[in-house]
């Protein structure tokens, strides 16, 4: 079972539309973090959100972490095709006296001239 | 300052040939994670270290897997004996210590044949 579930897991949508993705758990995060990865190449860190009901902004991007911090999601407005990649959302977890981040399966995102 | 490094960036091993992944984690950084992603998955935890010592393991499959990160040098994950299905990205992440964000690398992309 996934931790962290990721919606929808694919979109493509015409530049210039907005969208939402969600990242959705059944357990608290201590913060959750945003990432996006483009074809042959890491993920990127886009955001961190720490506190419950935090909207945190990034140029045409909006990141909002849920108040009972078991969620969060990410609105593109007007998007462009450079908006295009693999947006993952990842939380730490504390585990055999670590912590360690877990990755939702993320949203594949295409925006199209 | 650069940032997490990673080579090779491809590589082909035949099944049964060892292969070597290396990270070079960011100045300052002497936390490293290693992640697998599979084609269209989000990234799954494998390990993560310290200098000198291996924190936590519990991603890493039990045999034919080590992971080490020597007080000189890159850290290196190994995989003995390669079969196909270990065909995937890997990705180290660092971070300055174990509260702080992780930063990714480019990943190492294996291909088994």
């Known amino acids: 079972t996934q931790l962290l579930e990721q919606s929808p897991q694919f979109l493509s949508i015409q530049e210039g539309e907005n969208l939402t993705v969600y990242c959705n758990s059944s357990s608290v995060f201590s913060s959750l973090q945003w990432y996006r990865q483009e074809p042959g190449e890491g993920p990127v860190l886009l955001v961190t959100v720490v506190t419950g009901g935090e909207v945190k902004k990034l140029k045409r991007l909006t990141f909002q972490f849920g108040d009972a911090r078991k969620d969060s999601s990410l609105h593109i407005t007007a998007a462009q095709p450079g908006d295009t990649g693999l947006y993952l959302c990842?939380?730490?977890?504390?585990?055999?006296?670590?912590?360690?981040?877990?990755f939702g399966q993320g949203t594949r995102l295409t925006i199209n001239p | 300052n650069a940032g997490v490094m990673q080579n090779p960036r491809h590589l082909v091993r035949r099944r049964g040939q060892e292969a070597r992944l290396r990270c070079s984690p960011m100045?300052?950084?002497?936390?490293v994670y290693w992640y697998r992603q599979l084609p269209e998955e989000g990234l799954k935890f494998m390990v993560y270290?310290?200098?000198?010592?291996?924190?936590?393991e519990s991603g890493m499959p039990k045999e034919r897997f080590s992971a080490e990160f020597p007080k000189e040098g890159p850290s290196i994950l190994r995989i003995q004996q390669v079969v196909r299905g270990d065909s995937a990205a890997y990705f180290c992440a660092s971070s300055p210590s174990q509260e702080y964000e992780q930063y990714f690398g480019p990943g190492t992309r294996l291909t088994v044949t």
């Open positions: 270290l310290q200098k000198e010592n291996i924190i936590d």
């Open positions: 990842a939380g730490p977890k504390m585990s055999q006296g670590a912590q360690k981040l877990v």
């Open positions: 100045k300052g950084h002497s936390h």
